[in-house]
């Protein structure tokens, strides 16, 4: 290979490289553990797990997974129980009402950098 064949295919890869994220070697990115995430993560574990399972795959068939959500979607459907726009299940209301605005946002954050097993899709 002449150097500017290797010089070329250097610089392509750098270029296909160049703002992917470092993920760890599982082709997941590493979740840092800060103050409000794992208060965030201890505050699910408590009101959340008994039906969306401790590491937000849902315990039952008809429970939902939370794992890797989209943080922007369950602050709406949680807003939503809130607010009274969604009502269809009463104890998932009573939960959201428990929660404060905080909250909302730091449980959706956790649930949205946890990790989704395929088999669980």
């Known amino acids: 290979m002449t150097k500017q064949a290797l010089l070329l295919s250097s610089l392509t890869?750098?270029?296909?490289?160049?703002?992917?994220?470092q993920q760890s070697g599982n082709g997941f990115r590493?979740?840092?553990m800060t103050p409000k995430l794992e208060a965030a993560r201890n505050k699910a574990l408590v009101l959340c797990s008994g039906c969306h399972g401790p590491e937000g795959i849902g315990t039952?068939?008809?429970?939902?997974n939370l794992?890797?959500?989209k943080k922007v979607y369950m602050v709406k459907q949680l807003n939503d129980y809130r607010n009274g726009q969604r009502g269809n299940h009463i104890p998932m209301v009573n939960i959201a009402k428990m929660l404060?605005?905080?909250?909302?946002?730091s449980?959706?954050?956790w649930y949205s950098l946890q990790r989704c097993p395929s088999d669980t899709l």
Do not use: K, Y
């Not at 404060?100 to 946002?105: A, G, L, R, Y």
């Open 13 to 21: 890869a750098a270029l296909l490289l160049t703002g992917c994220e």
């Open 30 to 32: 590493p979740v840092e």
């Open 60 to 64: 039952a068939d008809f429970n939902p």
């Open 67 to 69: 794992a890797c959500q």
């Open 100 to 105: 404060t605005e905080e909250e909302v946002d």
């Open 107 to 109: 449980i959706s954050e």
